[in-house]
């Protein structure tokens, strides 16, 4: 099997249609269906099992799958290894975010990046979906998580305490919750991953019993543009309040963990010149904003 043919095994395997994996390769439903049938007959195996959900593999598929596996690992390495030795200050860099800290940093520092090196273009993905870097579904990650995987670069660059914020539109027709009364009366956003992972949550400490939650947003952005509408009371990291001019509530509370950004790229990408490029601005985009 050559790697061209593992390539299309491995999205059927992974999206369990021809459409899903054609969409994936950027090529046609046909063109999948036919590399599959080809590879099966080069094999004299049965690859997958046809089915009304999709492909399903076979045992030969499964004990396949392993093998090609370490196939993608193998080039995945080999390309990571020769982008690394790249010092041209040209091409794509693929950098993966959260919505706001893309519109808040990551668009300014691709603008000066743009300005000083006009051949290297940004691929920026924002959304909740965590892409692998060790898959080269991107280059360069800013999370709020740090990850644990030994083969990734991890540099922390910004940590904000998370307070409890209102715009004064909503402060001005419900006024301020006291505390210790679990939001009684009170209007509030949260964020719909927090919310799904966390029994008893709590806004900075408080319970929520006794408060109406209107809106579960899937971003942070979302969150910060709901409050700003005076939509509810919401948990957002302080310097993001501050920046949106919202109003602070109980500035001497604040939740127990912090809001971290962490900038991560694969070690072999380092010292790639463009990859270096681009770092240098985030990192700068975020120092400027924390002066």
């Not at 709901?226 to 001497?252: C, F, K, N, Q, T």
């Not at 971290?260 to 904003?289: K, S």
Request: proline share 4%.
């Amino acid at each position: 099997m050559n790697w061209d043919d593992a390539r299309v095994f491995l999205a059927v395997c992974r999206e369990s249609t021809l459409r899903g994996a054609a969409r994936v390769l950027g090529v046609d439903q046909a063109t999948v269906g036919r590399r599959i049938t080809a590879l099966e007959k080069s094999l004299s195996a049965t690859l997958f099992l046809r089915t009304s959900d999709g492909y399903a593999l076979t045992a030969v598929g499964e004990a396949a799958l392993k093998s090609v596996e370490k196939m993608e690992q193998s080039a995945l390495e080999l390309e990571r290894q020769i982008q690394g030795l790249d010092d041209r200050l040209t091409g794509t860099v693929r950098v993966s975010t959260t919505d706001s800290l893309a519109i808040d940093f990551l668009i300014p520092a691709i603008s000066r990046l743009h300005a000083q090196h006009p051949d290297v273009r940004v691929q920026l993905d924002a959304s909740t979906q965590i892409l692998s870097l060790a898959k080269r579904e991107a280059d360069i990650a800013v999370r709020n998580t740090r990850p644990d995987n030994p083969d990734l670069i991890a540099r922390r660059i910004a940590r904000w305490p998370v307070g409890l914020f209102a715009s004064q539109a909503y402060i001005d027709a419900h006024g301020i919750p006291p505390q210790g009364t679990a939001f009684e009366g009170h209007d509030l956003v949260v964020y719909q991953p927090y919310l799904q992972t966390h029994k008893d949550m709590t806004l900075v400490c408080e319970p929520l019993q006794r408060g109406r939650i209107v809106a579960s947003l899937s971003s942070s952005l979302l969150v910060r543009r709901s409050i700003a509408a005076g939509l509810g009371l919401g948990e957002i990291p302080v310097y993001m309040g501050e920046r949106d001019g919202l109003i602070r509530l109980w500035p001497e509370r604040n939740r127990p963990q912090p809001y971290e950004v962490w900038l991560v790229t694969h070690a072999d990408l380092r010292h790639t010149a463009r990859v270096r490029a681009v770092i240098e601005q985030i990192v700068e985009a975020f120092a400027l904003e924390n002066e």
